[in-house]
C-alpha cells in the first residue's frame, strides 16, 4: 500500500491547476512562421523585449519587441551542431552581465549543443558541448 501512496500523491499534485501570480501579465503573441524545428525561447535581460528562438539545426533566430522575426540570425552554428533526432541546438542561455557595458560578462552568451565525434574505433558518436560566445556587438546579429 505504501508503495501506490507516493504515486498517487504526486499525480494528485499535479492535477492542481497553475495560477497566475498578481504580478505577471500575460500577454497573446501572435503565431510566428519560418521557423525550422524551434526549441526554446530565450530573453536576454537587456529590456529590449527581444526574444531569443533556438532552432535545432543550429541557428538563433530574434524575433523583435515589435513580434517581427527578423531576417537574419542571432546565431547560425550550424557547422558546429550535429542534426539528427534528439541531437542537435538545444538551448542558450544569456550571462546575468550580457547587458551590463564594461561587465566581465558584456556580450557572452551560452550555446548547449551536440557535435559529431568520431571514436577510436571509426564510429560516429555525439559529444555534448557547452560553449562561451560573445555577439559582435550588433544586438539583432
Given at each position: 500500500?505504501?508503495?501506490?501512496?507516493?504515486?498517487?500523491?504526486?499525480?494528485?499534485?499535479?492535477?492542481?491547476?497553475?495560477?497566475?501570480?498578481?504580478?505577471?501579465?500575460?500577454?497573446?503573441?501572435?503565431?510566428?512562421?519560418?521557423?525550422?524545428?524551434?526549441?526554446?525561447?530565450?530573453?536576454?535581460?537587456?529590456?529590449?523585449?527581444?526574444?531569443?528562438?533556438?532552432?535545432?539545426?543550429?541557428?538563433?533566430?530574434?524575433?523583435?519587441?515589435?513580434?517581427?522575426?527578423?531576417?537574419?540570425?542571432?546565431?547560425?552554428?550550424?557547422?558546429?551542431?550535429?542534426?539528427?533526432?534528439?541531437?542537435?541546438?538545444?538551448?542558450?542561455?544569456?550571462?546575468?552581465?550580457?547587458?551590463?557595458?564594461?561587465?566581465?560578462?558584456?556580450?557572452?552568451?551560452?550555446?548547449?549543443?551536440?557535435?559529431?565525434?568520431?571514436?577510436?574505433?571509426?564510429?560516429?558518436?555525439g559529444d555534448?558541448?557547452?560553449?562561451?560566445?560573445?555577439?559582435?556587438?550588433?544586438?539583432?546579429?
Open positions: 500500500m505504501k508503495a501506490l501512496l507516493l504515486p498517487l500523491l504526486l499525480l494528485t499534485a499535479a492535477a492542481v491547476p497553475a495560477e497566475v501570480p498578481p504580478d505577471v501579465e500575460l500577454v497573446p503573441v501572435p503565431g510566428i512562421s519560418g521557423l525550422n524545428a524551434p526549441l526554446g525561447l530565450k530573453h536576454a535581460g537587456d529590456g529590449s523585449g527581444r526574444i531569443f528562438i533556438v532552432e535545432q539545426g543550429g541557428t538563433v533566430r530574434v524575433v523583435d519587441a515589435d513580434g517581427t522575426l527578423l531576417p537574419e540570425p542571432f546565431v547560425d552554428a550550424g557547422d558546429r551542431v550535429t542534426f539528427s533526432g534528439e541531437r542537435g541546438l538545444l538551448d542558450i542561455a544569456f550571462h546575468p552581465n550580457y547587458a551590463v557595458s564594461g561587465a566581465a560578462g558584456e556580450g557572452k552568451f551560452y550555446l548547449h549543443y551536440s557535435a559529431g565525434s568520431t571514436r577510436p574505433d571509426g564510429t560516429r558518436g555534448t558541448i557547452v560553449g562561451e560566445f560573445t555577439d559582435n556587438g550588433n544586438p539583432d546579429e
